[in-house]
């Protein structure tokens, strides 16, 4: 790298991280794509995480140091007041960088100009899990998910650093631990959402990341996201109604007709608020509605046989390429391909 700004800058905040952190730090540093800078932001460690970063001499490396923890939304704000790439690429201390994800990234956005964040798929491992989370490639798609759940994987992204500086977004506080949900859904507005269709990067998983240990902190951060996007619709859901969208969010319906039957009248409210709102592109958010309501449905029809008139009933039917009972396998994988939410 010269004196000039880099091309991309990698945004890493880092808290207690010292066993996974200098496998993280290592797979930035082999990228095949070579003009970046690594800034790390240590908030306020106390395992000796700020040691293994000093350990590389790489002039790449950038280190900040928080002298008390000031959490998460914090050490990224702070983080991108000091990025200087025209890119920024987050990137978790626990996790890995597959070889070429700057690369692919990097000729990505500079190919397609009108897109702001790129993602891409990601494979957990850790705690004997292993599989690859798949997400949606274009921004019709991903913006009819966002309605639901982020299917913008945070530590995949790559984001134009001008979205931040120019118009002074920022990860709002509020939204600890759902940070990135919330700001998908202010930043659409300033272009569009993309994800490429391969994993580049591993995603670890274990008993002291985010997930495990603020699951309930995260699920009302989340939920709050979700009545965000509702209410551009211009619905004001009540209690009873965020709590169906929820369990249609994660992908986890009642069984039985009822469940069914308000779920199948639910998302059709959706489908017409937003043919009047134009939140979404059609026939993208239709089809998102058919395919939740079409799982709904397949698991409804174990209870019951009802649910295949629920189905057949729907104006979302035409939006789905098959039958629920047609294709019972495939609808199968998606409870184990389903995609990484935020709650």
């Given at each position: 790298m010269t004196d000039r700004y880099p091309r991309v800058s990698v945004l890493m905040p880092c808290f207690n991280a010292r066993p996974w952190l200098e496998e993280a730090v290592a797979s930035v540093l082999g990228q095949s794509f070579d003009d970046f800078e690594l800034l790390v932001v240590d908030d306020g460690s106390t395992d000796g995480s700020q040691d293994v970063v000093e350990s590389f001499s790489d002039p790449r490396v950038r280190l900040i140091r928080h002298p008390k923890n000031l959490g998460?939304?914090?050490?990224?704000?702070?983080?991108?007041?000091?990025?200087?790439?025209?890119?920024?690429?987050?990137?978790?201390?626990?996790?890995?960088?597959?070889?070429?994800?700057?690369?692919?990234?990097?000729?990505?956005?500079?190919?397609?100009?009108?897109?702001?964040?790129?993602?891409?798929?990601?494979?957990?491992?850790?705690?004997?899990?292993?599989?690859?989370?798949?997400?949606?490639?274009?921004?019709?798609?991903?913006?009819?998910?966002?309605?639901?759940?982020?299917?913008?994987?945070?530590?995949?992204?790559?984001?134009?650093?001008?979205?931040?500086?120019?118009?002074?977004?920022?990860?709002?506080?509020?939204?600890?631990?759902?940070?990135?949900?919330?700001?998908?859904?202010?930043?659409?507005?300033?272009?569009?959402?993309?994800?490429?269709?391969e994993v580049l990067l591993r995603y670890r998983l274990h008993p002291q990341s985010v997930g495990a240990r603020l699951g309930r902190d995260q699920a009302e951060a989340a939920d709050r996201v979700r009545r965000s996007w509702l209410l551009r619709l211009g619905i004001e859901p009540d209690d009873r109604e965020m709590e169906l969208h929820r369990k249609l969010a994660l992908w986890m319906p009642d069984y039985g007709e009822a469940f069914a039957m308000a779920a199948r009248n639910w998302l059709e409210r959706l489908q017409d608020r937003n043919r009047e709102k134009k939140v979404c592109p059609e026939p993208e958010f239709s089809r998102e509605l058919a395919r939740r309501l079409a799982y709904v449905c397949l698991q409804s029809a174990v209870a019951t046989h009802r649910s295949r008139l629920i189905w057949r009933d729907s104006s979302l039917a035409r939006f789905c390429r098959f039958s629920p009972w047609q294709r019972l396998g495939h609808l199968v994988n998606i409870l184990k391909n389903r995609r990484g939410r935020a709650a």
């Open positions: 998460i939304v914090a050490a990224l704000n702070n983080g991108l007041e000091a990025c200087k790439g025209d890119y920024v690429a987050r990137m978790d201390a626990d996790d890995i960088c597959l070889p070429h994800r700057l690369a692919r990234q990097v000729a990505f956005m500079d190919a397609h100009h009108e897109v702001v964040a790129c993602g891409s798929w990601q494979e957990s491992f850790g705690n004997g899990s292993a599989r690859v989370w798949k997400s949606p490639q274009g921004h019709g798609e991903i913006l009819s998910t966002l309605v639901f759940e982020s299917c913008l994987y945070h530590p995949t992204m790559m984001i134009r650093r001008n979205v931040f500086s120019d118009q002074g977004i920022r990860y709002d506080e509020r939204y600890r631990h759902a940070e990135d949900y919330e700001l998908w859904s202010r930043l659409h507005d300033a272009g569009a959402f993309a994800n490429l269709g």
